[in-house]
């Protein structure tokens, strides 16, 4: 049985329009309309050329999809207006990606979920996940993502890149309440700590609010900017009178934009507002309003998890041939998509911390 929904799925992962794929098997608009529908059955030698045209797999066709996240969701979430195109390939590779992770953990351990809902201000909240991190209160958070992980979410690289949108969240409810982070290609390392950041605000502080507005999206910033720059620790490192060549080196130590440090400096009251607006015509005249000087580059981190337990469960390297034929994907999309995710730590920190995250399940 070919399904409608599966086709759908990949269309719109891809970005095609209905019209973008009866073109490419040559079939009419209408007939890929009522494939999708369930109202036609495609023969056999339609399905193949779909299954070619679109890279996936026949069996990925004859499969029923598990998750659906509706468009609107995302484009509700997001700060920025994306195209609507844009938003649903985001939600479509998202949909792949957990039925994949889905797939993956019935083979192994699963971290606990210890991320939780609070009804603090932003600043205690973060406070709590800092704690939860274990990470003291006036160190700077080494690997974000890594921590975010740890606490049991699930972190998705999603093989997209867009323009208006790093990074989204939700609480998936329909079957364990699981918190998501997904985040795009290609993204600044300081631009994609903070906005990972950002996120983890949203699921600590508005939960499955699904229709978050503009006091949401600064409640998460709040949460963001003490989470990564917590203003104790702040207050005693920024040195008065606050300049760019003063602030520039705590970039790299805190993983945050020069920009978010100055903002920062401002909202705790270290910097005066004339001396703010001093700096940011500073930060446009040298350009680092949009490129902050490539020797000061935070690390792009990347989430491990899906990456670790295709390891685990298909060896390392990874056996993209078994795992293309259960995960009912092509090796190339399944490489591209690990190619977001971090590969083993070399150094001794693989003893002390991922290595005993995931483990095959002993039974
Ligand atoms: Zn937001």
């Known amino acids: 049985m070919f399904s409608g929904d599966r086709l759908r799925q990949a269309r719109e992962l891809l970005s095609l329009?209905?019209?973008?794929?009866?073109?490419?098997?040559?079939?009419s608009q209408a007939a890929i309309a009522n494939i999708e529908a369930g109202l036609l059955e495609p023969s056999a030698e339609v399905a193949e050329s779909i299954a070619n045209r679109t890279r996936f797999p026949l069996t990925f066709f004859t499969d029923q999809t598990r998750f659906h996240f509706p468009g609107e969701t995302l484009m509700f979430r997001a700060r920025a207006s994306a195209t609507r195109r844009e938003t649903v390939a985001a939600c479509r590779h998202a949909e792949v990606s957990l039925e994949l992770t889905e797939l993956l953990e019935a083979s192994v351990t699963q971290i606990p979920?210890?991320?939780?809902?609070?009804?603090?201000?932003?600043?205690?909240?973060?406070?709590?996940?800092?704690?939860?991190?274990?990470?003291?209160?006036?160190?700077?958070?080494?690997?974000?993502?890594?921590?975010?992980?740890?606490?049991?979410?699930?972190?998705?690289?999603?093989?997209?890149?867009?323009?208006?949108?790093?990074?989204?969240?939700?609480?998936?409810?329909?079957?364990?309440?699981?918190?998501?982070?997904?985040a795009c290609r290609n993204k600044p390392g300081d631009r994609l700590r903070f906005n990972v950041a950002h996120e983890l605000g949203h699921l600590v502080l508005h939960g499955e609010l699904k229709r978050l507005g503009p006091g949401e999206h600064q409640q998460a910033d709040r949460f963001a900017a003490e989470l990564l720059m917590p203003g104790a620790a702040m207050r005693g490192e920024i040195e008065t009178p606050v300049t760019l060549s003063r602030i520039a080196p705590l970039k790299l130590r805190w993983g945050v934009s020069i920009q978010a440090l100055v903002r920062r400096a401002h909202d705790l009251g270290i910097i005066a507002n004339r001396q703010y607006r001093y700096l940011f015509e500073q930060l446009s005249a040298r350009g680092w309003r949009t490129n902050e000087p490539s020797n000061l580059a935070v690390a792009q981190e990347r989430p491990r998890a899906l990456r670790k337990m295709a390891e685990v469960v298909y060896g390392d390297p990874i056996d993209y041939g078994r795992?293309?034929?259960?995960?009912?994907?092509?090796?190339?999309?399944?490489?591209?998509?690990?190619?977001?995710?971090a590969e083993a730590p070399t150094s001794a920190t693989e003893a002390m911390s991922?290595?005993?995250?995931?483990?095959?399940?002993?039974?």
């Open 354 to 363: 991922s290595g005993k995250v995931i483990q095959l399940r002993s039974t």
């Open 323 to 341: 795992f293309s034929s259960d995960a009912r994907l092509s090796v190339s999309y399944l490489k591209d998509l690990m190619d977001g995710y």
């Open 113 to 182: 979920i210890r991320l939780q809902k609070s009804s603090q201000t932003p600043e205690i909240a973060a406070q709590h996940v800092r704690h939860l991190f274990g990470i003291g209160a006036d160190q700077p958070i080494p690997n974000l993502i890594d921590l975010v992980e740890r606490i049991g979410v699930t972190a998705l690289a999603l093989p997209i890149d867009l323009a208006k949108i790093d990074a989204f969240s939700t609480w998936l409810t329909a079957t364990n309440k699981r918190p998501i982070i997904a």
């Open 17 to 27: 329009t209905q019209t973008d794929l009866a073109r490419l098997v040559g079939r």
